[in-house]
């Protein structure tokens, strides 16, 4: 047992701790206005910047969670939540590739030591730049320029990546990467890249990624990347099983969290419950700015 390793958990049972948690975004799913919501954010992790979006508030101060959660771990539990984090850096590169076709993407997310390689990305001046600076980076060549390529890419790469160094999340990244092919191929009709689909064939096999239908490609898919698309029937009804995933992060990130065990495991456990209970708020706010019609939907996915 190191000193870094009982402070870094130390410190990460506290900040999970003080997640808003399912009341509170319930009552926000039934809140009466935009004010209704700022007072019931206003006592928890999520009342700074609350007077712009408060959805992109809600973001903010989860990559500033969590990069102080990064900031208290030994090497190896800041590559963790590093590689739990990804998503922010690809959705940093999303909105850099909306930028160079002309549009007016949101400010960055500050990153710190959450970064891999935005520094370089957020100087690109062009897809074709963009992919050059993740090839030479620990994402790797995306195999292709367009928006859905280099995403795709990146986000069976962030997978891969946590599936092989956080062993506690390899669970969760094998389900996400089912459902991510699960939308890209079989819904919207896009043909992975041949790095995407060999990233892909890590985690779910060859078997399933060459599947030539949905059926085929749930029914194929490895054991460990197979409890995503349970009950699942078509592609048309991926959100919820999108939408399950999240709660069933947060009921194996609340065993490891509760382990009194002084290593990753509890560090991992703090950053997904930090994760799963920012996507609760902002499905309560989602809620409450549709004057409450998603209610009944809202109320499936939370339980």
Not at 31 to 58: E, F, H, K, M, W
Not at 76 to 95: H, P
Not at 128 to 141: H, N, Y
């Amino acid at each position: 047992m190191s000193i870094g390793w009982v402070a870094g958990v130390t410190r990460a049972r506290a900040m999970a701790a003080r997640r808003a948690g399912p009341d509170t975004a319930r009552a926000l799913a039934d809140a009466s206005g935009p004010a209704d919501c700022v007072r019931l954010l206003a006592a928890t992790i999520y009342r700074r910047g609350l007077d712009g979006n408060a959805g992109r508030a809600v973001s903010d101060a989860l990559v500033w969670q969590l990069r102080v959660l990064a900031g208290w771990q030994p090497r190896a539990g800041a590559t963790a939540v590093r590689l739990l984090a990804s998503g922010f850096e690809i959705a940093n590169t999303r909105d850099r590739l909306l930028t160079l076709a002309g549009g007016s993407p949101p400010t960055p997310y500050r990153l710190g030591m959450l970064a891999t390689a935005w520094p370089r990305l957020a100087q690109a001046a062009s897809p074709a730049g963009i992919r050059a600076v993740l090839a030479t980076s620990v994402w790797g060549d995306p195999g292709g320029e367009t928006p859905a390529a280099v995403l795709t890419g990146m986000r069976l790469s962030a997978a891969v990546r946590t599936a092989g160094y956080v062993p506690p999340a390899e669970r969760w990244a094998a389900g996400e990467a089912a459902l991510l092919v699960a939308r890209e191929v079989h819904l919207t009709g896009h043909r992975l890249t041949e790095r995407a689909a060999r990233d892909a064939a890590r985690l779910l096999g060859t078997a399933a990624v060459q599947a030539p239908a949905f059926g085929d490609f749930r029914a194929r898919l490895a054991p460990p990347a197979r409890w995503a698309l349970e009950g699942v029937g078509r592609p048309e009804d991926l959100w919820r099983a999108e939408a399950r995933w999240w709660p069933e992060v947060e009921r194996d990130a609340l065993t490891l969290l509760s382990r009194a065990r002084f290593d990753m495991s509890p560090v991992v456990g703090a950053a997904a419950v930090l994760g799963v209970d920012a996507w609760r708020v902002r499905a309560g706010l989602e809620c409450a700015a549709h004057d409450g019609r998603a209610r009944e939907a809202f109320d499936e996915l939370l339980g």
